[in-house]
């Protein structure tokens, strides 16, 4: 029995010295006893990114919480995952100016940790060439929980992301004639083209570039003739390069007027890698060809020569079976097209490929198309509405084995913001729906109905405004 006791009374002792060696694991000490030294700084590049430099006594980490100073409790913290350094830097993105901010460290070293007092900075001035944006009618009664992408196309060119008071919290300055963004939230950068050729008779681009939330360029392609790059260019899941280019092919029209020999400027598809090497191409004439197109020596409404753009793509996203949505604006389509074997899997419109048991009122002209919640069979997008000059975000369901489409959603924008070309439309939750009104210098958010709850002032015309949820941010 007092063997019993004995092992006992053994066993507690052990583990009340387990417990004291574990709580001297953590073992609270004065931050001075961790830190040699605190700084803060603005980026040169972007004084919205404010960095922490952080120098230790000992190898040690840090986790940082930060703030406005007049909103103490909305509260960011930023964790790290590093191993343990002399020194470490903490990036504070999305900041607005001219702002007071304050924050403090938890500090881990080996066996101790530390808590600093509270540091003060001051957010500075936006530079002048960075557009300021005003909030016209806010009923939105919660947070979007994300931001807003922009980018001014004219010189000096500027990505711009704003958050719901319009207020602007990261931008990047293009030397590049910068004029498309799209945000990829894998890599947390932005593919861009940029670099304008004025020789060709309609907008052409000749550089692919990414730019990552630092404000570093790193070029994916550099194009002088071939293949034309235009309008937009998206990163795919494998992280490759896909931009959308002009196809220039000649033709014998001589049967509906034209020449002999006439060139047609089609669409096509071409696929960098991250070695900038050319790797997979498509264009439009393997679907269609001009001979067909008795309309194909007139002008479209905007004065254009149809040889000169023939179909006029717009916009392009993969979808979830790793297949493309392609989007032409002048015959208010949309293709899907298989990548494994580039033949067009589905016409999206009046005249397309899908059928439905019901009446449909199919686009007239269309932009930014993609996949409704990751699913390849929903697809949504922004019908301009050029005939009945109201634009409308739709949402289609597709059964691609009974090749048949369905209209799932329609919200109907009030017609004041009726962009003719150019814009977007995309929910950004089950209630509202964000919609970029280029041609009116405009971005609304409506509920599912079109009433409008927020509207946001924008001083230029702008090709789209992306919405990027926090989510896919921090």
């Known amino acids: 029995m007092k063997n019993k006791y004995f092992i006992l009374i053994i066993t507690i002792i052990c583990l009340l010295i387990l417990s004291c060696e574990h709580d001297s694991d953590n073992r609270f000490v004065p931050a001075n006893q961790l830190i040699s030294s605190i700084t803060s700084k603005s980026d040169k590049k972007n004084i919205l990114h404010v960095i922490i430099e952080v120098v230790y006594k000992e190898n040690a980490k840090a986790e940082i919480e930060y703030w406005k100073k007049k909103l103490p409790n909305e509260k960011r913290k930023i964790t790290s995952d590093t191993d343990l350094k002399e020194n470490q830097t903490l990036d504070l993105f999305f900041l607005e100016a001219e702002t007071e901010y304050e924050f403090k460290l938890t500090v881990k070293g080996r066996n101790t940790y530390a808590e600093t007092k509270t540091y003060t900075f001051k957010t500075g001035k936006l530079p002048a060439s960075v557009p300021e944006y005003e909030i016209k009618k806010n009923e939105l009664n919660e947070s979007i929980n994300g931001y807003i992408v922009l980018t001014r196309q004219t010189s000096p060119c500027v990505i711009s992301l704003i958050n719901q008071k319009g207020k602007v919290v990261w931008y990047y300055i293009g030397n590049d004639k910068l004029k498309r963004a799209n945000y990829d939230f894998k890599t947390k950068t932005f593919l861009c083209l940029g670099a304008v050729e004025s020789t060709f008779k309609t907008k052409i681009f000749n550089k692919l570039f990414v730019v990552d939330l630092y404000g570093n360029k790193t070029v994916v392609a550099h194009e002088t003739k071939t293949p034309l790059m235009h309008h937009d260019a998206i990163r795919t899941k494998n992280g490759n390069f896909a931009v959308i280019n002009y196809v220039p092919k000649t033709f014998d029209l001589t049967a509906l007027g034209g020449k002999k020999q006439q060139v047609v400027y089609g669409d096509g598809i071409t696929i960098y890698n991250k070695n900038s090497e050319k790797i997979w191409t498509w264009n439009c004439f393997s679907e269609r060809t001009p001979k067909n197109d008795k309309k194909i020596l007139t002008t479209w409404i905007n004065g254009k020569k149809r040889v000169d753009d023939w179909l006029h793509a717009n916009a392009i996203y993969e979808d979830d079976d790793g297949n493309f949505l392609i989007s032409f604006n002048f015959i208010s389509e949309v293709w899907k097209i298989n990548k494994k074997t580039k033949i067009v899997i589905w016409r999206l419109g009046k005249n397309g490929t899908l059928k439905s048991n019901h009446q449909i ?66 929910p950004i939750n089950e209630k509202w729906i964000l919609f970029g009104s280029s041609m009116t210098k405009n971005i609304l958010i409506t509920t599912t109905t079109g009433k409008l709850l927020w509207r946001c002032e924008v001083p230029y015309t702008f090709f789209r405004a992306q919405f990027i949820p926090f989510s896919d941010l921090y």
């Not at 002209?365 to 949504?380: D, E, L, M, Y």
């Not at 289609?396 to 799932?408: A, L």
């Open 361 to 426: 009122e199919f686009m007239q002209g269309n932009h930014s198309v993609r996949t409704t919640n990751n699913n390849p069979q929903s697809i949504h997008l922004l019908d301009n509405g050029i005939k009945k000059r109201q634009s409308r975000y739709l949402n289609f369901h597709v059964d691609e084995e009974k090749k048949t489409i369905k209209k799932i959603d329609e919200t109907k924008f009030p017609e004041t913001y009726f962009t003719k070309f150019m814009g977007n439309a995309i």
